[in-house]
């Protein structure tokens, strides 16, 4: 089957702790993606842009691009390059954005950014998975950083970097007592409006965003340990097991150790 079609050339993967520079002519559309570290970043030998942490920007055919590390530092970098027709439906939808003057684009979740792009790298490299699926998981990504540009325009820019940074520590670490009245003060904002900005910011309210991140470590824990399924409720911060197991099988559709069963058969 066939339902999707335009593109005509796939290449894809990453470095970590990299530092080499880059200076070429690009010959594909790439999603140029900085995971961590410094990037600095020259587009056709004009301005040359610096920023740190999650960014990414887009390369296009024809362009001479400069980009690496600064200062000698390392960085982790993934990229996915494609070419074929659809992409020109892409740029003038402005799904795929191409800004030379401010390229940059900051990615305020970026490990499910990264995910994402691992995800799409795997099935691009295995030369087994059908095209469609790959354009679905490429137009998906392509949303992601849509979604960021937008929010960029739209939320207050004094705060993404408090709740950029907000979000990376949840998600790293959700099984802590996050107190959010705290943050609001800590941004110097009330309660009420940290609660907008975050639904606004992760397009869920405080509480139901960290009770997903909690579910979603548990469901690791199923997987990779041997624990109790109460002792995996605890390990994620949630201290009531009948509570965790309500709200794990209103998400994952199974209960807990429905989900092990299935997964590892055990």
Known sequence: MNFFSG???WHAGHFINYSVTHNHYSTLYGIQYNHAGKLRLRIAEGKEHREEGAWVFISRPGTLYEYGPCDGEQRDHYFICVRGPIIDDYIKSGLLPI???SPLIKITHPDKFRQTMLNLERKI???KSSSDRMELMLADLLLQIHEQSNLDQQFPACQINNFSQMVQEIESEPQLNWDFAQKAAMFDISLSHFRRLFKQFCDLPPRLFLLNQRLRLAASLLIETSYPINI?????????VYYFSRSFKKKYVVSPSAYRRELIGK
Do not use: F, L
């Open 125 to 127: 490299n295995s030369h």
């Open 232 to 240: 995996i409720a605890s390990q994620v911060g949630i201290d009531d």
């Open 99 to 101: 800004n030379d003057a």
């Open 7 to 9: 593109i005509d050339y």
